[in-house]
Every structure is written in structure tokens, then in C-alpha cells.
């Protein structure tokens, strides 16, 4: 299905092929025509100028672009690229930055940011429940049919309001991700994820299970129906993503899960701060 190369973008300027070029030009309204090529893209959490895990998501762009067509991608022309983007939008730049490749072009734009209010970190957040079984959920490409099955579910309710995030359920029911994020459970003290092949292997992901192993956590390859959960009166539920870090989830399908005393989230919460902030005071070195 063909797609625009400009989503949600926000600001007054963009670069795209070499050159800064402004938001109102005949370039960038161009940019909303859809187009046939395939359009791969990575979208980076930004932190006082500085874009999380860089390394990391230049990596998957290229390993996106190899599962499909494989042709040259310089990482490094990248990376200078989207440095010369911020430092002309805004140094200090807080926010999501987009990277957009296809076979003929290279864009770069700040979008709009899902970042959370600093209390859903404390207080957790309202999630629906989707059906949908993702399709080579590595090679992150634009696909239609999925992002306009996300956007109806995000337009549903339940009783605590829309929901911040959905979760997906495969063909048997097992919550196994999120649409924008990485799921995961923790269950009798246990740490549980679905297997690699079923999900988009997150960058912050990376990063949590560095945060696990410090806060002394044990990892297993798992999956859970919500009835399954639900059981459970002591399972919790988080998701972590570039806007997201780490989210607890507090309702889901308008069920209430109890999180707020459970020692391990926070614990995990609080190592992958450390690993973020660590990564920012290096990059400002």
C-alpha cells in the first residue's frame, strides 16, 4: 500500500536529501503525496539534544532495509544527517525525532511525541486489548492495513477514558505486545516476555533487560491470555518503548491490575533510568 513519507511531523523545518528545507515548501508538501517505494523508519527519543541508543536504531534501519531490498545504506552519513537536523531545529531538542529511508530518499523531521505525564510513570496507564498477528514485526516498514486498524481501536474507550496504548493478542489470545511498545509481565516474581520471532525487537528493550539483570530479575519466554492475568491478583503488567521508557499498566479492557507495591517493577524502573542517563552524560562528553 502506498504511503506518505511525512507523518506527524511538527516544526518549521525538515531535511530531506542533503539539504535543511522548510515545512511550507513545494519539497515538503510532496513529502504527503503517498509513494510507491518502500518507506523504512526508525524514531528516536531525544534527550537534551541527544538521540537514545542511536547506534541501535541505525542498526535495525539497516537490517530493516536488508529483509526487503537490500540496497547501500550509510549509517554514518545518517547519523551526521540527523545531528545537523537538531542542531538546526533546537540544540536541546526534547522530544521524537523520525528517520525515514526509502531507495531514493533520506528525510529527517522532528514528530509529534506520545512522551508520558511523569505521574502515569507512578500511577500506570489505561491500555485496550487488539487482535492482530504482526507480519515480520522486524523490518519496520509503513503498513497501512495495521496502522488503520491501531487508529480505530485508539478512538474506542472503555471506563477509564481512551486508552494510552493498546495491547496485541495473537490468534489464540496470549498478550504478547504492544502497538508501539514491548510487553512484558512479571508473574510470581518472574519476568516473562513472548518469544523474538513473534515481536519488534525494541531498542529499549535492549536497554530493560540490561535494567533486569541489575535489579536482579529472572527472565523467561512466556505468554498469557488476559483471563490468565486476571487470575493472577499479584501480576504485573509494563511496557517500554523509545517515548515510553518503562510504563506499568493499570487497566486493561477495564480491568484494574494492582502494581503500585509489587518491589521488582520499580526496581526495574529505576536501573533503566540509570542506564539512560548514563548514556546522555557520555554522548555530552
Given at each position: 500500500m ?15 536529501d ?9 519539497d515538503?508538501k ?11 523508519y ?10 537514545l ?14 529483509g526487503?531490498?537490500?540496497f547501500?545504506v ?20 526534547d522530544?521524537?525525532?523520525r ?6 530518499h ?5 514528530c ?10 507512578e ?5 485496550l ?17 495495521y496502522k488503520t ?13 481512551h ?24 508473574k ?16 529499549t528493550?535492549?536497554?530493560?533487560m ?8 529472572e ?13 493472577d491478583?499479584?501480576?504485573a ?8 521508557d ?20 520499580r ?8 542506564i539512560?542517563?548514563d548514556?546522555?552524560?557520555a554522548?555530552?562528553?
Amino acid at each position: 500500500m502506498a504511503y506518505p513519507m511525512l507523518e506527524s511531523a511538527i516544526g518549521s523545518i525538515y531535511f530531506l536529501d542533503g539539504r535543511i528545507i522548510s515545512s511550507d515548501s513545494t519539497d515538503a508538501k510532496a513529502l504527503l503525496i503517498p509513494t510507491d517505494e518502500v518507506t523504512y523508519y526508525e524514531t528516536l527519543r531525544v534527550k537534551c539534544g541527544v538521540p537514545l541508543f542511536f547506534e541501535d536504531h541505525l542498526a535495525r534501519l539497516k537490517k530493516s532495509v536488508a529483509g526487503i531490498e537490500a540496497f547501500d545504506v550509510d549509517l554514518d552519513s545518517i547519523k551526521d544527517r540527523s545531528f545537523e537536523f537538531i542542531n538546526s531545529f533546537d540544540p536541546d531538542f526534547d522530544g521524537s525525532l523520525r528517520v525515514v529511508l526509502t531507495k531514493s530518499h533520506l528525510l529527517i523531521h522532528a514528530c509529534e511525541a506520545n512522551i508520558p505525564d511523569k505521574k502515569l510513570f507512578e500511577e500506570g496507564i489505561n491500555t485496550l486489548t487488539l487482535k492482530w498477528e504482526r507480519v515480520a514485526p522486524n523490518i519496520k516498514v509503513f503498513r497501512g492495513d495495521y496502522k488503520t486498524a491501531v487508529a480505530k481501536r485508539f478512538s474506542e474507550s472503555n471506563a477509564y477514558g481512551h486508552p494510552y496504548e493498546l495491547i496485541l493478542t495473537d490468534n489464540e489470545g496470549r498478550l504478547y505486545e504492544g502497538s508501539k511498545s514491548n510487553l512484558f509481565v512479571i508473574k510470581d516474581g518472574v519476568v516473562y516476555s513472548a518469544p523474538d520471532e513473534k515481536i519488534l525487537l525494541g531498542i529499549t528493550r535492549n536497554r530493560v533487560m540490561r535494567a533486569l539483570e541489575k535489579s536482579g530479575a529472572e527472565l523467561k519466554i512466556g505468554m498469557f491470555t488476559l483471563e490468565q492475568i486476571l487470575e493472577d491478583k499479584d501480576a504485573a503488567l509494563f511496557v517500554s518503548s523509545t517515548p515510553f521508557d518503562i510504563l506499568p499498566v493499570k487497566y486493561i479492557d477495564g480491568y484494574e491490575l494492582k502494581f503500585e507495591n509489587n518491589a521488582l517493577l520499580r526496581s526495574i524502573q529505576q536501573s533503566y533510568q540509570r542506564i539512560a542517563d548514563d548514556y546522555i552524560a557520555a554522548a555530552k562528553r
